[in-house]
C-alpha cells in the first residue's frame, strides 16, 4: 500500500514481504526519485519527517489529485461542487459511500457552505516561502532581470523546503460493494503558481507525486470565442462574461503551461524525455470549464457536451444533473468534447495528446451559471460534476478487488 504524508509530501509503501514501511526518497534534482530507505518496522502516527499523519491515511490508500489550471479557470469552485456532487448525487450513492476525513471537515464546510448559499468562492491565494526559500525566488528573478546572480549556497537546498504548507481537501471514498477505501487527497493549486514551470517546481511538489492530474481549460480560453459569446449573452451570465479577470486565461499561456508540468513531472520521476506519460504511473485528464457558456456558440457538439441554455432558468427536477453515470455515454461525450476543443482552441488538444495520449475531456459547470457582479450566483446547479469523479474512482484498482 501506497500513502503520502500530505504535510510534507514524503511517500511511504509498505512491504509486505519484510512487513516494513520504505520511506520514498526524492532527490531535489529527481534523479534516484525511486530509492528508497527502510523505515521504522510500525509507522506510528508521524511521517519520517515528524509531521502529524492522519490516521485514515494510515489505512487506506492514499490518492493525490492535482487540478492544474490558469487562474480563474474554475479549479477551487471544480473540487468543490465535484465533491458536493459526488457527495449528494442519489445515482452515485448506489455504489459510493462518500465522506470528508476528520481534519478537512472545517475546511470543506466553509466551502460548500458558500456555494449553498450562493456565494462565491474567492481566488487561491499563492503560497508563501519562509527564509531560503525567498532568496532562491529573488535569484531566479534577478536572472530574469539580467542582473549577477547572488552565490550558491554550499549546501543544496531541496526546492520545496521552507515552504508554507496548504492542507489538501482529504476525503474518504468506499465502494459500497468491495467495501474498499481509497483516500482521495484534492490539491488546490493558485493559478498564478503553476504560470511558470520553475515556480511550479517551488510551489506545488504535490504535482511530482500526483496519482491524477485534471488539466482545467475554460470554455471562454479562445478570446475570439469569447467575442461571440459576449455578443450572445443573456440575463443568466452576462454580467460575468463582462469580468476580464474571469476571463483572462490564454491559449498562449496555457499551452507552454501544459509543457512545463509534463517536464516537471518527468524531471521530479526520472521519466525519460521523449516518452509519453501513461497510467497506471500518472492518469491524466482534462476538464472543459464554465461549459454552461458553451450554450452560447453555435456548433453541432453543443448539445452533447453542454447544459441547456435556460438550464440556470429551469427547475432542478426537470433536467436533472447532466450526468450520464453509463461508461459509454461518458466515452461519447468524452470524444464529441474533444472535438468541440479541436475547434475551439486545437493546440490545447495537440500539446496535451503530445505528452498525456490517455487524455480524456470532461466539460463541466461548476455552479450552472456566471456570477452576478455583487459575487452571488442565481443559483447552484452544477453540471456534469459527478462523470469525472466516477470515471477516476474506476481508474483506481484498489477498490476492485472484494474485502
Ligand atoms: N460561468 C461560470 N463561471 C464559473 C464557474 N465556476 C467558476 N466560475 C467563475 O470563475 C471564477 C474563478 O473561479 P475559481 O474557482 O476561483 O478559479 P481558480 O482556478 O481556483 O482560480 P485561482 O484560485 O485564482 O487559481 C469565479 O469568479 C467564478 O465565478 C462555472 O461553472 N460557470
Ligand atoms: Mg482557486
Ligand atoms: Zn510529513
Redesign the pocket.
Known amino acids: 500500500m501506497r500513502t503520502v504524508c500530505l504535510n510534507c509530501l514524503s511517500e511511504l509503501k509498505f512491504d509486505r514481504a519484510s512487513k516494513n514501511w520504505i520511506w520514498v526518497i526524492r532527490q531535489p534534482n529527481g534523479h534516484a526519485a525511486t530509492k528508497v530507505a527502510g523505515y521504522t518496522a510500525k509507522l506510528s502516527q508521524r511521517c519520517p519527517n515528524g509531521c502529524d499523519i492522519d490516521e485514515e491515511t494510515l489505512n487506506h490508500p492514499t490518492k493525490v489529485i492535482g487540478?492544474v489550471?490558469?487562474?480563474?479557470?474554475?479549479?477551487?469552485?471544480?473540487?468543490?461542487?465535484m465533491i458536493y456532487s459526488m457527495m449528494n448525487d442519489p445515482v452515485m450513492s448506489q455504489d459510493w459511500s462518500i465522506i470528508p476525513s476528520r481534519k478537512s471537515v472545517k475546511q470543506w464546510s466553509a466551502l460548500e457552505n458558500l456555494l449553498i448559499n450562493r456565494r462565491?468562492?474567492?481566488?487561491?491565494?499563492k503560497r508563501q516561502f519562509t527564509g531560503g526559500q525567498l532568496q532562491r525566488m529573488d535569484a531566479v528573478a534577478a536572472n530574469a532581470m539580467q542582473r549577477p546572480m547572488p552565490p550558491r549556497p554550499s549546501t543544496p537546498v531541496h526546492p520545496w523546503s521552507g515552504l508554507e504548507q496548504r492542507a489538501p481537501i482529504l476525503v474518504k471514498a468506499s465502494s459500497v460493494h468491495t467495501r474498499r477505501t481509497v483516500n482521495l487527497a484534492f490539491v488546490?493549486?493558485?493559478?498564478?503558481?503553476v504560470a511558470d514551470g520553475k515556480t511550479a517546481a517551488q510551489v506545488s511538489p504535490h504535482l511530482a507525486v500526483a496519482d491524477f492530474l485534471w488539466f482545467?481549460v475554460?470554455s471562454t480560453l479562445n478570446k475570439q470565442y469569447l467575442a461571440i459569446m459576449r455578443e450572445h449573452a443573456n440575463d443568466a451570465?452576462e454580467e460575468?462574461?463582462g469580468?476580464d479577470?474571469?476571463h483572462s486565461q490564454t491559449v498562449g499561456r496555457t499551452v507552454p503551461m501544459i509543457d512545463q508540468i509534463a517536464t516537471l513531472w518527468r524531471e521530479a520521476n526520472s521519466y525519460p524525455v521523449d516518452l509519453p506519460i501513461e497510467p497506471p504511473r500518472l492518469h491524466v485528464s482534462s476538464i472543459v470549464?464554465?461549459?454552461?457558456?458553451l450554450s452560447l456558440l453555435n456548433f453541432p457538439e453543443v448539445s452533447v457536451v453542454a447544459p441547456p441554455a435556460n438550464w440556470a432558468d429551469s427547475p432542478y427536477s426537470t433536467n436533472g444533473s447532466g450526468n450520464l453515470y453509463s461508461r459509454d455515454q461518458i466515452d461519447y461525450r468524452s470524444d464529441a468534447t474533444r472535438s468541440l476543443v479541436r475547434k475551439l482552441f486545437p493546440q490545447i488538444d495537440n500539446t496535451l495528446a503530445l505528452h498525456f495520449p490517455w487524455n480524456r475531456y470532461f466539460p463541466?459547470?461548476?455552479?450552472?451559471?456566471?456570477?452576478r457582479a455583487d459575487?452571488s450566483?442565481p443559483v447552484f446547479k452544477?453540471?456534469g460534476a459527478v462523470d469525472p469523479m466516477l470515471y477516476m474512482l474506476s481508474l483506481f484498482e484498489e477498490l476492485w478487488i472484494d474485502r
Open positions: 487540478f489550471g490558469e487562474s480563474a479557470s474554475s479549479k477551487t469552485h471544480l473540487i468543490a461542487s462565491a468562492i474567492g481566488a487561491t491565494e488546490d493549486v493558485a493559478g498564478e503558481d482545467v475554460p451570465n460575468s462574461l469580468n479577470v474571469e470549464a464554465k461549459s454552461d457558456l463541466v459547470s461548476a455552479v450552472g451559471c456566471g456570477k459575487n450566483y452544477p453540471y
